[in-house]
């Protein structure tokens, strides 16, 4: 494992686990929007600014709801990040700098692979907290489609997920998705 995923799986590992344990609450649950968020992105327009958004919201939110102080690792990060967005911009000049910020925003915002964000947490059904989408974009997402299995057992490699759902069909027989698409166009055309 390279150090550069050593130290993002630590970092997320964190929240994630908090993610597991207190899924949809409010206030500790860092995937979940905040209150904020809701109230400001509730129109079709602003959901639309929310998914262009959305990997900023989702990249600083715990900063807000669960901050939590810097480890070295962390702080190593950053500077290495700075770092070599200065050597970008120092080389390549400012368009490749706004490039490659601008094609985080789409990749992880408006974009049907970013739908999985909307889907596995946004409420389209009274009293449940998380969806799976089992669509053929899981090829291209390591499974992350399979939300529900990989809530269910964490500890199941993203490889085997369709595994455990061929096994135990009878608990993933809920509401699910199959078009990440759709599922970000029914969350930006839903009520107002």
Known sequence: MGSKTFLWRRTFRRYHLEHHKYQGEH??????????????????????????LQPAFY?????????????GIEIATVICQLTFDAAVYHFWGLKALLYLVLSTLLGMGLHVM?????????????????????????IFA????YHNEHHDLPGVPWTRLPQLRA???????????????KVIYMWIAGSE
Do not use: C, I
């Open 27 to 52: 206030g500790v649950d860092v995937d979940v929007p905040t209150e904020t968020e809701a109230w400001l992105f509730r129109s079709r327009p602003m959901k639309v600014l929310w998914m262009f």
């Open 59 to 71: 990249a600083l939110r715990p900063l807000v709801v669960s901050p939590r102080s810097p480890g």
């Open 114 to 138: 970013a739908g999985h964000f909307v889907a596995e947490h946004a409420a389209m059904v009274r009293g449940q907290e998380t969806y799976s989408y089992y669509g053929p974009l899981n």
């Open 142 to 145: 390591f499974n992350v489609g």
């Open 167 to 181: 096994l135990a069909p009878e608990f993933y027989e809920l509401p699910q998705h199959h078009s990440w698409a």
